[in-house]
T-cell receptor
Framework: GAGVSQSPSNKVTEKGKDVELRCDPISGHTALYWYRQRLGQGLEFLIY????????KSGLPSDRFSAERTGESVSTLTIQRTQQEDSAVYLCASSLVQANTEAFFGQGTRLTVV | SQKIEQNSEALNIQEGKTATLTCNYTNYSPAYLQWYRQDPGRGPVFLLL?????KEKRKERLKVTFDTTLKQSLFHITASQPADSATYLC????????????FGQGTTLQVKP
């Protein structure tokens, strides 16, 4: 596909379960970002990848959150032992090089923890 | 730490008028600034990028200014249309040139016919 693809588009999970969110960036884009957006709020930076490395993990809210990227392509955001406050839309974006070029966003994964 | 502020109150204007949105930042000097549009239930879409050595950038009905002394960017939509109604986000590169892209909270624009 031509754009950034995220899956699943919606996820409902029970409190305490682990979830994995997937992001397929645009082919050839070396930079990849994860953001969290709570209802009616702005984008909260979580983590940034340059290639397969994460120079900045400062936005991860707790050690229950982790992310990896392989093959300078697909990225997975994992949330362990989900809590209700983790409910949000998780957005992934990619850009050609570092963040001084436009970022292309996926449609997001809406996570609901019940 | 760095802070980005956008007017959290919605901006309501009449069709045909110019909308002006503000983005202020503190505690660092970004090399560039970007503006995005976000519609409900969708991811943000890139509109314009302006670099620190550029004062102004235009694209069709859009104009962005970047004042590094005031630490402020203004985003203008001229001849506004109801289809311009959306939330507009500014974004800056994070400090220390790590490549991190940080977003403001966004301002919602409502253009009334």
């Amino acid at each position: 596909g031509a754009g950034v693809s995220q899956s699943p588009s919606n996820k409902v999970t029970e409190k305490g379960k682990d979830v994995e969110l997937r992001c397929d960036p645009i082919s050839g884009h070396t930079a990849l970002y994860w953001y969290r957006q709570r209802l009616g709020q702005g984008l909260e930076f979580l983590i940034y990848f340059q290639g397969n490395s994460a120079p900045d993990k400062s936005g991860l809210p707790s050690d229950r959150f982790s992310a990896e990227r392989t093959g300078e392509s697909v990225s997975t955001l994992t949330i362990q032992r989900t809590q209700q406050e983790d409910s949000a839309v998780y957005l992934c974006a990619s850009s050609l090089v570092q963040a001084n070029t436009e970022a292309f966003f996926g449609q997001g994964t809406r996570l609901t923890v019940v | 730490s760095q802070k980005i502020e956008q007017n959290s109150e919605a901006l309501n204007i009449q069709e045909g008028k110019t909308a002006t949105l503000t983005c202020n930042y503190t505690n660092y000097s970004p090399a560039y600034l970007q503006w995005y549009r976000q519609d409900p239930g969708r991811g943000p879409v890139f509109l314009l990028l302006i670099r620190e050595n550029e004062k102004e950038k235009r694209k069709e009905r859009l104009k962005v200014t970047f004042d590094t002394t005031l630490k402020q960017s203004l985003f203008h939509i001229t001849a506004s249309q109801p289809a311009d109604s959306a939330t507009y986000l500014c974004a800056l590169d994070g400090p220390s040139n790590t490549g991190k892209l940080i977003f403001g909270q966004g301002t919602t624009l409502q253009v009334k016919p």
